[in-house]
């Protein structure tokens, strides 16, 4: 049997329930991410331990990246009896602004130990570059 020393951990799991803050597919819960530029690319990881890939949507529209992944509880035996039960369970959600510099038809997804890396790269047309100047430089003006 699992004991536990923290006399308010029971208090905490009480006001989770109480004020609903697992997830829901019409009130999700925010799932932590990270995002930097690595060269070209822009990268945003989800902490997203628990989850299956196939339990993943990821979705853009426009330029509204929208991220969903449900973790639900393991399947148990009639044998089971659950003593403890402290991992967040439910829908989790999150909703990001992409600019329109970046490429929204190329983004890449990979899923390795819980975390969702997604890959952006920067579009063309937003890169640095250089503008040749044309013409005969200077002109002669008759009067």
Known sequence: MLMRTDPFREMDRIVQQLSGTSG???KPSVMPMDAYREGD?????????????????????????TVKAERRPAAKGDTVQMELSERPLGVFSRQLMLADTLDTERIEADYDAGVLTLRIPIAERAKPRKISISGSGRKQING
């Open 24 to 26: 829901t597919w019409s």
């Open 41 to 65: 690319v822009y990268v945003i990881a989800f902490d997203l331990p628990g989850v299956s890939p196939e339990a993943v949507d990821i979705d853009v529209e426009r330029n509204m990246l």
